[in-house]
């Protein structure tokens, strides 16, 4: 858990019902964000720690920490049941 998630994102998870979905639906957030910063080809690896997702006031998953990369707009959704979760990011360099 260390590894992949930060203090924040960890204490968000837990702090619901069922934390093992939330932390599966960040876990997909940050793949999905990855996927999409390498396939840019700006950088050459990221590792998970290095973004940050967290919600907004409303609910809606934002990215609030994402180190070495310049970018203009960075968008992630995030939908889960029962036991699958998904995501999927849009980058703006
Ligand atoms: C925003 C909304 C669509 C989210 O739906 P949901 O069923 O809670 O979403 P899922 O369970 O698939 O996904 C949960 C994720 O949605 C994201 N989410 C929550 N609120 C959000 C919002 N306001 N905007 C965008 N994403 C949101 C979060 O990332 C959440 O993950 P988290 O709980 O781990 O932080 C919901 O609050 C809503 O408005 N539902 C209305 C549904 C409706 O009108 N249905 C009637 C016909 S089907």
């Known amino acids: 858990m260390s590894k992949v998630f930060t203090e924040n994102e960890a204490s968000y998870c837990k702090?619901?019902?069922n934390p093992s979905i939330h932390?599966?639906?960040r876990f997909a957030a940050k793949e999905a964000i990855k996927k999409c910063i390498l396939s840019s080809s700006v950088?050459?690896?990221l590792d998970f720690k290095d973004i940050?997702?967290?919600p907004k006031s409303n609910?809606?998953?934002t990215v609030t920490k994402i180190n070495k990369i310049p970018?203009?707009?960075l968008q992630v959704s995030i939908?889960?049941?029962k036991d699958y979760a998904i995501a999927m990011a849009m980058?703006?360099?």
């Open 52 to 54: 940050e997702v967290l």
């Open 43 to 45: 950088i050459d690896s």
């Open 23 to 25: 932390f599966a639906g």
């Open 59 to 61: 609910g809606a998953p």
């Open 91 to 93: 980058i703006l360099l």
């Open 79 to 81: 939908s889960h049941e």
């Open 71 to 73: 970018y203009s707009d």
């Open 15 to 17: 702090s619901k019902a």
